[in-house]
Nanobody
Framework: QVQLVESGGGLVQAGGSLRLSCAAS????????MGWFRQAPGKERDFVAA????????YYVDSVKGRFTISRDNAKNTVYLQMVSLKPEDTAVYYC???????????????????WGQGTQVTVSS
């Protein structure tokens, strides 16, 4: 079992920045690929970014490339999502999740994630 707790969400103006953190407890985080997903009101939970176990491969949805950066510190059992140049359309609840999948396809697939956090709200005002 892995317990995930997100933090760092909040209200920010368009063009601003936030850094989300996801702290893990239970099993060692280095066993898992990690991802960030987001869900806006009335919409499905969508893939945002993922990072493999060692941290040397990252994946992003096109809409956040160049603005968001996922990273991890396995020694601290923590994953981060640095978000800059935020836009109103980035407004959503952001979830971190852990997967045993190691493929680039799998790490983009919501259904292949085994553990989820409770989410943190990000609101970007125009």
């Amino acid at each position: 079992q892995v317990q995930l707790v997100e933090s760092g969400g909040g209200l920010v103006q368009a063009g601003g920045s936030l850094r989300l953190s996801c702290a893990a407890s239970g099993r060692t985080l280095s066993r898992y690929g990690m991802g960030w997903f987001r869900q806006a009101p009335g919409k499905e939970r969508d893939f945002v970014a993922a990072i493999n176990r060692s941290g040397d491969s990252t994946y992003y949805v096109d809409s956040v490339k160049g603005r968001f950066t996922i990273s991890r510190d396995n020694a601290k059992n923590t994953v981060y999502l640095q978000m800059v140049s935020l836009k109103p359309e980035d407004t959503a609840v952001y979830y971190c999740a852990a997967t045993l999948s190691t493929s680039s396809y799998g790490m983009r697939s919501r259904s292949l994630y085994n553990y989820w956090g409770q989410g943190t709200q990000v609101t970007v005002s125009s």
